[in-house]
């Protein structure tokens, strides 16, 4: 039996091109080894080094992270996407399922590490980048079974 630990609150799909806002969605579907179908520049990349698929799939972040840190940052909010996460989460710490398989909706992730985040938060508002460090990010993802994935859903360790 899995233990609920979250839900989905929004789902965000990358542009092709860099630095163009992510689209806001209702669903997504990720595939297997690719990521989320539709996902600009990241759907079935490959590894520059290795020549596989790359494990950078899906992003995740907690939106009381998100609220704590524009809180620190004197804002009113941070907008659902701005963050540049695949997909926003309540109710659950997503660092400490890092290294486990972790049930969205109808599909199984494989957290494997803290995001790196970007200069591109510090577009958002300066100092976010440097709020975002030291496990206060958000996770990777890697999609070890597809399926659908919708608002709302619910996250569960496997």
Known sequence: M????GRVVSLHLHPEKSGEPLRTVKRIEVVEQKGIRGNGRYFGR???RTGQPSKRQVTLM???QIYAHAT???LETIAPGAVRSNLETLGVNLIELIGREVRV???????????LPCEKMDRICQGLRGLMENNKQGVL???IHGGVIRL?????VV
């Open 46 to 48: 490959n590894s520059r």
């Open 2 to 5: 899995s233990e609920i630990k």
């Open 105 to 115: 909706g109808e599909a199984t992730l494989l957290f494997y590490e803290a995001r």
């Open 62 to 64: 907690e939106r009381e």
């Open 152 to 156: 709302g859903d619910e996250i569960a």
């Open 72 to 74: 620190t940052l004197g």
């Open 141 to 143: 993802a890697q999609v």
